[in-house]
């Protein structure tokens, strides 16, 4: 047990008088794993760890931080990537972790509804869907770890948001706690409410600066019970999205992913497991994995039969998963493709995007900047371009210094991001702002934009004590500074 430093003993004091005990984690070898994010590059030990059990014992904790006037920052699965969720300076933010508060309340088949506790894991949430035949959309590599408090709160995509959305368009209703303490029930599963302001909105995505969701209300849908899967080879970008277009019309809309990796990433993937095999007979450009899924009397496999031998013209190879374990691999090509980037210690990540028709252009004209001005640099580039998100990563080559590649790192995402301002697009689809990009954001939005903004910040934490400094600049600083 280590000795408390005097801020967090006075903390403690205040806070454990009002609280029982056992709501706290002080020891610093019991908070290092609150202190770190999924990729090792955010880390700051946080003030004190507090495990709410219920939504009354977070919201007299609220209470409690909000006379104390301290800082609270909450936090899920820890997967965000922009250094949101860990503490932003050590030793001077509480951190509030949902984990505890991980119950799946309600599954309904009939409102197509399932309201999930903000702590509970998204795998879990999706097989207790699974449980009613129903499916919850929200699918992405991090899934087993991520939590729908994080979901809500980052406004998680995924491969199946052509489909079936972002997280805010299944958020039915939402239960905040907010800086206060107070609690706004806004927990429905109505599917039409049109009284006044939506405010769930306004929680969805703000990355916990408005207020800490304790639970939602998330749209389900009938389990599919046809999946098809290909993989397929083409000569270029511009190739894919052509594809993708031809798909949208010709397979009924029962596209759920589509999924773009150029032929560096395969490469990275391929020598990150010696069980993984090139996926065609000879190598691409550009690769496109498609899935088709529907429920019913549909005939898919004819479907995406038909469709591929029809586009020959664009497409140059491919193959379709004839089992669902064949499905899993090529998958699983795409998901090693994530995790391998990283093997090799720090790599710029980007998760950027521009309108569907600009992606081809888009693509092309960052990698020959790229090229011209960083030859040095290993860009790998794939996405969910049916909704028009890509990541454009930057690998160091070998032996880089870390000074060297600090200023790579810099100069390289200035170049992504100068183009997707000239093609009209966002510098974030995915992870949202957090401390990361906040720089970049705010150098790029507009004054109005951000006088509102602030005006909701102040309207909703008056006191800017919570997860101050997060998407806008810290507006005073906080105890421990
Ligand atoms: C391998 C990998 C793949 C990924 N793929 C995708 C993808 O395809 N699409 C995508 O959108 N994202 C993706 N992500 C990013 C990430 O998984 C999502 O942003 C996810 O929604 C974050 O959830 P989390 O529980 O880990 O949140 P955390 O990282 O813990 O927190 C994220 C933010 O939400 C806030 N927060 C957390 N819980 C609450 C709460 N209860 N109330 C209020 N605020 C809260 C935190 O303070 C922080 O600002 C990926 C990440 C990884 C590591």
Same mark, same amino acid.
């Given at each position: 047990?280590?000795?408390? #430093?005097?801020?967090?003993?006075? =903390?403690?004091?205040?806070?454990?008088? =009002?609280?029982?005990?056992?709501?706290?984690?002080?020891?610093?070898? @019991?908070?290092?794993?609150?202190?770190?994010?999924?990729?090792?590059?955010?880390?700051?030990?946080?003030?004190?760890?507090?495990?709410?059990?219920?939504?009354?014992?977070?919201?007299?904790?609220?209470?409690?931080?909000?006379?104390?006037?301290?800082?609270?920052?909450?936090?899920?699965?820890?997967?965000?990537?922009?250094?949101?969720?860990?503490?932003?300076?050590?030793?001077?933010?509480?951190?509030?972790?949902?984990?505890?508060?991980?119950?799946?309340?309600?599954?309904?088949?009939?409102?197509?509804?399932?309201?999930?506790? %903000?702590?509970?894991?998204?795998?879990? %949430?999706?097989?207790?869907?699974?449980?009613?035949?129903?499916?919850?959309?929200?699918?992405?590599?991090?899934?087993?770890?991520?939590?729908?408090?994080?979901?809500?709160?980052?406004?998680?995509?995924?491969?199946?948001?052509?489909?079936?959305?972002?997280?805010?368009?299944?958020?039915?209703?939402?239960?905040?706690?907010?800086?206060?303490?107070?609690?706004?029930?806004?927990?429905?599963?109505?599917?039409?409410?049109?009284?006044?302001?939506?405010?769930?909105?306004?929680?969805?995505?703000?990355?916990?600066?408005?207020?800490?969701?304790? =639970?939602?209300?998330?749209?389900?849908?009938?389990?599919?019970?046809?999946?098809?899967?290909?993989?397929?080879?083409?000569?270029?970008?511009?190739?894919?999205?052509?594809?993708?277009?031809?798909?949208?019309?010709?397979?009924?809309?029962?596209?759920?992913?589509?999924?773009?990796?150029?032929?560096?990433?395969?490469?990275? %993937?391929?020598?990150?497991?010696?069980?993984?095999?090139? #996926?065609?007979?000879?190598?691409?450009?550009?690769?496109?994995?498609?899935?088709?899924?529907?429920?019913?009397?549909?005939?898919?496999? !004819?479907?995406?039969?038909?469709?591929?031998?029809?586009?020959?013209?664009?497409?140059?190879?491919?193959?379709? !998963?004839?089992?669902? %374990?064949?499905?899993?691999?090529?998958?699983?090509?795409?998901?090693?493709?994530?995790?391998?980037?990283?093997?090799?210690?720090?790599?710029?990540?980007?998760?950027?995007?521009?309108?569907?028709?600009?992606?081809?252009?888009?693509?092309?004209?960052?990698?020959?900047?790229?090229?011209?001005?960083?030859?040095?640099?290993?860009?790998?580039?794939?996405?969910?371009?049916?909704?028009?998100?890509?990541?454009?990563?930057?690998?160091?080559?070998?032996?880089?210094?870390?000074?060297?590649?600090?200023?790579?790192?810099?100069?390289?995402?200035?170049?992504?991001?100068?183009?997707?301002?000239?093609?009209?697009?966002?510098?974030?689809?995915?992870?949202?702002?957090?401390?990361?990009?906040?720089?970049?954001?705010?150098?790029?939005?507009?004054?109005?934009?951000?006088?509102?903004?602030?005006?909701?910040?102040?309207?909703?934490?008056?006191?800017?004590?919570?997860?101050?400094?997060?998407?806008?600049?810290?507006?005073?600083?906080? @105890?421990?500074?």
């Amino acid at each position: 047990m280590n000795a408390h #430093p005097p801020l967090q003993e006075r =903390a403690l004091a205040a806070l454990s008088s =009002a609280m029982p005990a056992d709501l706290f984690l002080t020891d610093t070898d @019991a908070m290092e794993r609150y202190s770190r994010d999924w990729s090792g590059d955010h880390y700051a030990r946080p003030l004190i760890v507090a495990r709410p059990r219920s939504t009354a014992e977070l919201s007299s904790l609220m209470k409690c931080c909000h006379e104390q006037q301290i800082h609270v920052v909450p936090q899920g699965g820890l997967t965000g990537l922009v250094g949101a969720a860990v503490p932003s300076y050590p030793g001077g933010e509480l951190v509030v972790s949902l984990e505890r508060m991980n119950k799946v309340r309600s599954v309904n088949a009939i409102d197509f509804a399932i309201v999930v506790e %903000a702590g509970c894991i998204l795998e879990d %949430a999706k097989r207790q869907a699974e449980t009613a035949d129903c499916i919850l959309p929200i699918t992405f590599g991090a899934q087993g770890t991520c939590r729908i408090g994080g979901n809500v709160s980052t406004n998680a995509g995924g491969f199946n948001v052509l489909r079936y959305g972002m997280t805010r368009d299944l958020v039915l209703g939402l239960e905040v706690v907010l800086a206060d303490g107070r609690v706004w029930d806004g927990l429905r599963t109505l599917r039409k409410d049109n009284r006044g302001y939506d405010l769930k909105q306004l929680f969805i995505g703000s990355e916990g600066t408005l207020g800490i969701v304790t =639970a939602a209300a998330l749209k389900i849908f009938p389990m599919p019970d046809k999946v098809e899967t290909a993989l397929v080879g083409l000569r270029s970008v511009e190739d894919a999205m052509q594809l993708y277009a031809r798909a949208r019309r010709e397979c009924s809309d029962l596209l759920s992913a589509f999924e773009l990796l150029l032929r560096g990433g395969i490469e990275i %993937a391929l020598n990150a497991r010696d069980d993984l095999r090139d #996926p065609l007979d000879q190598p691409y450009p550009v690769y496109v994995l498609i899935e088709t899924s529907a429920a019913g009397r549909v005939d898919l496999r !004819a479907l995406l039969e038909g469709f591929l031998a029809d586009a020959s013209d664009l497409v140059l190879d491919g193959v379709i !998963a004839s089992s669902k %374990a064949q499905a899993d691999r090529l998958w699983l090509l795409r998901e090693m493709m994530v995790e391998a980037q990283g093997r090799g210690g720090r790599y710029l990540r980007t998760d950027v995007s521009v309108s569907i028709s600009s992606l081809a252009s888009f693509v092309t004209d960052t990698l020959e900047a790229l090229a011209e001005r960083h030859p040095e640099a290993i860009a790998v580039t794939y996405g969910h371009v049916g909704d028009g998100n890509i990541h454009m990563n930057i690998v160091p080559p070998e032996n880089m210094s870390a000074n060297r590649f600090d200023e790579l790192f810099h100069a390289t995402e200035e170049v992504i991001f100068d183009m997707i301002d000239k093609h009209g697009g966002s510098i974030s689809a995915e992870h949202g702002i957090g401390r990361v990009k906040q720089a970049a954001f705010l150098k790029r939005a507009d004054p109005l934009t951000l006088e509102l903004s602030r005006r909701i910040k102040d309207a909703f934490d008056p006191s800017h004590l919570l997860s101050e400094g997060r998407i806008l600049e810290r507006v005073e600083a906080g @105890a421990g500074e």
